[in-house]
């Protein structure tokens, strides 16, 4: 139980592989020449159902969806070995790569990094997000991905004057080769110095403005004097082009990041990993850089299985409370009440063996399950209690124990097949294909594992513990009160249907109805037809949904502008966005994003919160 998979909700996502790649270009030729040319190498990989392309503006995007069931690292393998072939024939400039082994519900932890004290702008918060904290974070068993998003992207911007190389007769392009190839160290060979050797090396890393500045393009030609990078326009240290801002209670940009979970982990353990992180980098944060948490899915997860826990205590309870009501007799109630806690701890061997999840569908299987994988175990108590009754009223000849075992013999067999029955109806839900299947079959399983199990108990653990609990003879011993607490416990008075004091007023309501419904067969099947025509108007006035509502606590508001919207026009309207729902006394944190974060598996393309 503690290393089964916990989450919310069941993985709804199919076998995808995501193939990204980035060239400068616009979009018509990134789908001519990149998207186009990916899809049509890729058309024979096996188990593949679909392949989706989408190019944008210096990006292309590649869904490959492979059948339900295909492993997501044979998927990989087998898109890397047909990818491969068509890599050299792309244009020069093109990076291809895959997106990581992650699912569409990976997205467990979110934050953002602020500064209130205004000693980090958001260049360094960016810087800190990129060069420390990503890292930081990657190391965590679990993580797949750290998408960052907002902020400013420092680089070395080298500002061209068009007069100036026409002044000097230089072409752009060898500037941009003087630039690259002055960014470089070169090694040389060893000399010897009185007895020592020394490695000769070239030191041409650019660490300042200033190298850049003095990287030499070329020589006049009327003097060989030395064109320098300067003498050709400006250099300066400034911010990427963005397409992605962060924006947190309407009170400024902030820098965020998105952790994103591998396929296959626990959800709760990578975030309670995550939490633990974050406490250890705490102490070594930069002054005035606050670590804000603006969503995480163990609050949802903790919630659920804390709810799911609870209502299985209830049916427990609820279910061992009626037993001990229409029995009346605590020996024989003990015998279903003890076979529900342990038929449910078993039920998780085969869901762990599986690699199942527990979740609110998984767990529901089991809730459903507790009150029919009793029903054996009542029936085999029941048929004990009639063999015990006749066996006493004739004087009790032999022992009670082979009484005992003749009663299970004889439902045993009926008891465990008609369990096997209820697990058999759930069946035609394996039936079911694609994300339906991939929601309820979970529920299906757990169902199915419980009522096994429950089945398997009935014919071998259940007759054990009635021969351990039953007893025939009173114990005597003194105190007396403590001898009847003693007696009522471990032996009890099996009572008759006719001297029961719940079933014999049941008998009397039941038994008249009975015989009524008897009379009257034909007016009893009719009116049975005519409760279910008039609930069919009912039934269509219900509507339907894909799936009931989850109440996270997290509200998702995407509203959508106006095609071509600037980077900064966007910030001021998602700044008055967040701004408006922090002014709602229920709201707690409004972390809005624009635009996309930088990731391979998650494309964003319009505001929401």
């Known amino acids: 139980i503690k290393n089964i998979t916990l989450d919310a909700i069941p993985d709804l996502s199919d076998t995808q592989v995501i193939i990204f790649s980035k060239w400068d270009r616009s979009p018509d030729i990134i789908e001519d020449q990149v998207t186009y040319p990916i899809i049509s190498a890729l058309l024979g990989v096996p188990k593949v159902r679909d392949i989706r392309g989408f190019s944008d503006f210096g990006y292309s995007y590649v869904y490959v969806i492979f059948e339900d069931g295909t492993d997501i690292y044979w998927a990989r393998s087998r898109t890397l070995e047909y990818l491969s072939n068509i890599?050299?024939?792309?244009?020069?400039?093109?990076?291809?790569?895959?997106?990581?082994?992650?699912?569409?519900?990976?997205?467990?932890?979110?934050?953002?990094?602020?500064?209130?004290?205004?000693?980090?702008?958001?260049?360094q918060?960016?810087?800190?997000?990129?060069?420390?904290?990503?890292?930081?974070?990657?190391?965590?068993?679990?993580?797949?991905?750290?998408?960052?998003?907002?902020?400013f992207v420092r680089q070395y911007q080298v500002n061209i004057d068009p007069n100036r190389l026409v002044?000097?007769?230089?072409?752009?392009?060898?500037?941009?080769?003087?630039?690259?190839?002055?960014?470089?160290?070169?090694?040389?060979?060893?000399?010897?110095?009185?007895?020592?050797?020394?490695?000769?090396?070239?030191?041409?890393?650019?660490?300042?403005?200033?190298?850049?500045?003095?990287?030499?393009?070329?020589?006049?030609?009327s003097g060989g004097t030395p064109i320098l990078v300067r003498n050709l326009g400006t250099v300066t240290l400034g911010p990427d082009i963005r397409r992605g801002i962060a924006e947190l209670d309407g009170k400024g940009e902030v820098v965020g990041g998105i952790v994103i979970m591998r396929f296959g982990e626990n959800a709760l353990k990578v975030i309670q990993r995550i939490?633990?992180?974050?406490?250890?980098?705490?102490?070594?944060?930069?002054?005035?850089?606050?670590?804000?948490?603006?969503?995480?899915?163990?609050?949802?997860?903790?919630?659920?299985?804390?709810?799911l826990k609870g209502t299985l205590m209830e049916e427990l309870i609820i279910v061992s409370i009626v037993i001990l009501i229409f029995l009346w007799h605590i020996p024989s109630a003990l015998v279903p009440i003890i076979t529900i806690p342990i038929t449910i701890i078993l039920s998780f061997i085969p869901m762990y063996g599986m690699g199942l999840t527990a979740n609110i569908m998984s767990l529901g299987?089991?809730?459903?399950?507790?009150?029919?994988?009793?029903d054996a175990a009542i029936v085999v108590v029941e048929q004990t209690h009639k063999k015990l009754e006749h066996w006493d009223a004739r004087g009790r000849p032999g022992s009670y124990k082979d009484v005992v075992i003749s009663a299970v013999k004889e439902v045993g067999g009926p008891?465990?097949?008609?369990?096997?029955?209820?697990a058999v109806s759930f069946m035609p839900v394996f039936t079911l294909e694609g994300m339906e299947g991939r929601l309820f079959k979970p529920l299906a399983f757990t169902k199915n594992f419980s009522m096994a199990i429950a089945a398997i108990l009935a014919i071998t653990l259940d007759p054990a513990i009635r021969l351990l609990f039953t007893h025939m003879d009173y114990y005597k011993f003194r105190p007396k009160f403590l001898s009847r607490i003693v007696n009522v416990l471990l032996v009890g008075k099996i009572h008759s249907e006719e001297k029961h004091p719940i079933s014999r007023p049941l008998m009397k309501i039941y038994h008249p109805v009975c015989e009524?419904?008897?009379?009257?067969?034909?007016?009893?099947?009719?009116?049975?037809?005519?409760?279910?025509?008039?609930?069919?108007?009912?039934?269509?006035?219900?509507g339907s949904e894909f799936m009931p509502p989850l109440y996270e606590g997290s509200l998702l508001y995407m509203p959508t502008t106006m095609p071509g919207l600037s980077v900064t026009e966007t910030q001021k309207l998602l700044q008055v966005q967040?701004?408006?729902?922090?002014?709602?006394?229920?709201?707690?944190?409004?972390?809005?994003?624009?635009?996309?974060?930088?990731?391979?598996?998650?494309?964003?393309?319009?505001?929401?919160?």
């Not at 918060?125 to 902020?151: C, H, K, M, N, T």
């Open 516 to 542: 009524f419904v008897l009379k009257h067969k034909w007016a009893t099947v009719v009116g049975a037809l005519l409760m279910v025509i008039v609930t069919i108007p009912v039934f269509e006035k219900l």
């Open 87 to 123: 890599l050299p024939r792309l244009p020069q400039g093109v990076q291809v790569e895959l997106a990581r082994d992650e699912t569409a519900i990976g997205w467990v932890f979110q934050y953002a990094l602020i500064d209130r004290t205004g000693k980090n702008d958001l260049a």
């Open 167 to 221: 002044a000097y007769n230089i072409p752009i392009d060898r500037v941009i080769e003087a630039i690259r190839s002055g960014n470089n160290d070169v090694g040389g060979r060893l000399i010897e110095f009185s007895g020592r050797e020394f490695m000769v090396r070239g030191r041409g890393y650019i660490k300042k403005v200033s190298d850049i500045e003095e990287i030499v393009v070329g020589t006049s030609k």
């Open 125 to 151: 918060l960016r810087s800190f997000q990129d060069w420390y904290l990503r890292y930081a974070l990657q190391a965590v068993p679990g993580v797949a991905e750290v998408a960052p998003i907002g902020g």
């Open 578 to 609: 967040d701004k408006v729902l922090k002014s709602f006394p229920e709201v707690d944190l409004v972390f809005g994003k624009a635009g996309r974060a930088e990731t391979v598996s998650y494309t964003h393309l319009r505001a929401h919160e």
């Open 365 to 374: 299987g089991i809730a459903i399950a507790i009150g029919a994988m009793v």
């Open 275 to 307: 939490r633990a992180k974050f406490e250890e980098i705490k102490p070594t944060l930069p002054p005035g850089i606050e670590i804000i948490t603006t969503y995480d899915r163990g609050d949802l997860i903790e919630r659920a299985i804390e709810t």
């Open 415 to 422: 008891s465990f097949f008609a369990l096997l029955v209820i």
